[in-house]
T-cell receptor
Framework: AQKVTQAQTEISVVEKEDVTLDCVYE???????LFWYKQPPSGELVFLIRRNSFDEQNEISGRYSWNFQKSTSSFNFTITASQVVDSAVYFCALSEATSYDKVIFGPGTSLSVIP | DGGITQSPKYLFRKEGQNVTLSCEQN?????MYWYRQDPGQGLRLIYYSQIVNDFQKGDIAEGYSVSREKKESFPLTVTSAQKNPTAFYLC??????????????FGSGTQLSVL
């Protein structure tokens, strides 16, 4: 069965600290997609990144970086030099090619960046 | 600007009452979705539609109904059969649902509470 686990419910960091948000997934498919979404206090989820199961190359985009490891079924998200604007709930999500009409979301990690 | 508009932002339901949440998109997307978000939980799929006049139940469809008469619109009705309707409801859309790789675009949500 497909499942996404985000073990960290809430994280607080002081501004400029680095923070890593963990995501572990379960799937039987060989072809799948992983996503990260950000939900600021306004409520609207915003897409951050998508990776497919065949591309384990890590990615960096500005202060954000993602570490995808199939061996441990993890897709972790790191924010470098955190800022107050990074305060939000972050969701990891999984979509399988064989059930493409369903996206499974993790429970989310609430990040608070304290000035 | 293209996007998804949800209304109202806040909605109150009396016992035994049906209420309808509006979702309109001008992204020309084929697929639309309704998710329910409860505190500390991930998003759970209520209904989705890949084409006009067609829709499918998600994981928690009981007590809800939808219609898709126009490509742009996907209203959700919370019926009196839904005994625990208090939650944050998010509407989303995607361009095509074929492979699972499509990212979702979200509205800003409707908070439904029971009086």
């Amino acid at each position: 069965a497909q499942k996404v686990t985000q073990a960290q419910t809430e994280i607080s960091v002081v501004e400029k600290e680095d923070v890593t948000l963990d995501c572990v997934y379960e799937t039987r498919d060989t072809t799948y997609y992983l996503f990260w979404y950000k939900q600021p206090p306004s409520g609207e989820l915003v897409f951050l990144i998508r990776r497919n199961s065949f591309d384990e190359q890590n990615e960096i985009s500005g202060r954000y970086s993602w570490n995808f490891q199939k061996s441990t079924s993890s897709f972790n998200f790191t924010i470098t030099a955190s800022q107050v604007v990074d305060s939000a709930v972050y969701f990891c999500a999984l979509s399988e090619a064989t059930s493409y009409d369903k996206v499974i979301f993790g429970p989310g990690t609430s990040l608070s960046v304290i000035p | 600007d293209g996007g998804i508009t949800q209304s109202p932002k806040y909605l109150f339901r009396k016992e035994g009452q049906n209420v309808t949440l509006s979702c309109e998109q001008n992204l020309n997307h084929d697929a639309m979705y309704w998710y329910r978000q409860d505190p500390g939980q991930g998003l759970r799929l209520i209904y989705y539609s890949q084409i006009v006049n067609d829709f499918q139940k998600g994981d928690i469809a009981e007590g809800y109904s939808v219609s898709r008469e126009k490509k742009e619109s996907f209203p959700l009705t919370v019926t009196s059969a839904q005994k625990n309707p208090t939650a944050f409801y998010l509407c989303a859309s995607s361009s095509v649902v074929r492979t699972g790789r499509e990212k979702l675009f979200f509205g800003s949500g409707t908070q439904l509470s029971v009086l």
